[in-house]
């Protein structure tokens, strides 16, 4: 091969993202579905961004009196099945007025299956704030036997300012798994040879946004005035990390 045959090869390998899957920047188009509950809401600006307008805005709203859940997301459907290795990635920032406390748990993004037998929605993957750290989780076992595994990390969120999230995952029911996840460019999770999912071969969706799940599921602490707003931009899902990094993404 010539030297410039083998620039014109290169070349074109670099800008051949193969490997992506889904990739979104910051827009409420091409998603497979949105989910809003309550006084919850979704939307696209153009004043917060990551590297260019625009980016999504999802918010949800405490009232006392609302008995349901607060889903303030969207999915794409074919987040992953059994036996796949993904990467997602995903740029974050918590509204400037977000309320660290009390420490309730608020979901910033999931992994989701309907199922007929023994659960409705059943999410196996969750990455949630509480206070100002982050946790995930694999869930694993069969859906009628639900088995967790919760991993608490070394980070501090900080409102009004960017940060980013990689989750790596080779999804399997077996010890052949693994769990990782990377907290602004930096490795903070790295679990090998473990199982990460259920046996079941359904495909699992890929949810961000903002779920305020502890107001409905720990009813013992109430949020504090803030502004329950978190906006998403350069989402993607990939084969490789690189792929998936919100700072790299084509
Ligand atoms: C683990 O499960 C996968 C299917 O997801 C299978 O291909 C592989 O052979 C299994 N490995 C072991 C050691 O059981």
């Given at each position: 091969m010539t030297v410039s045959a083998l620039l014109v090869t290169l070349a074109a390998l670099a800008f051949t993202n193969a490997g992506v899957i889904f990739q979104n920047e910051g827009t409420i188009e091409g998603w497979s579905a949105t989910q809003v509950e309550h006084k919850g809401y979704l939307r696209q600006v153009d004043n917060v961004y990551f590297d260019k307008p625009p980016a999504l805005a999802m918010g949800q709203v405490f009232d006392p009196n609302y008995p349901g859940r607060y889903h303030s997301e969207l999915r794409y459907n074919a987040g992953y099945g059994l036996g796949d290795t993904r990467y997602y990635g995903f740029a974050f920032q918590l509204h400037p007025e977000w309320n660290f406390s009390p420490p309730i748990s608020y979901n910033l993004a999931q992994f989701i299956s309907p199922f007929p037998k023994c659960d409705s929605y059943m999410p196996t993957t969750m990455v949630w704030l509480r206070g100002s750290k982050l946790f995930t989780r694999t869930k694993f076992g069969s859906v009628c036997d639900q088995k967790l595994d919760t991993f608490s990390l070394d980070v501090e969120v900080t409102a009004g300012e960017w940060h980013t999230i990689i989750i790596g995952a080779?999804?399997?029911?077996?010890?052949t798994g693994f769990l990782q996840l990377w907290f602004d460019g930096k490795p903070v999770l790295d679990k090998q040879d473990i199982p990460t999912t259920v046996a079941e071969t359904e495909q699992f969706q890929f949810r961000v946004g903002l779920y305020a799940n502890g107001w409905y599921d720990d009813k013992s602490q109430r949020p504090l005035d803030g502004t329950y707003e978190v906006f998403y931009d350069k989402i993607a899902i990939a084969t490789t990390k690189d792929e998936a990094d919100p700072g790299k993404q084509c």
């Open positions: 080779s999804w399997q029911a077996n010890t």
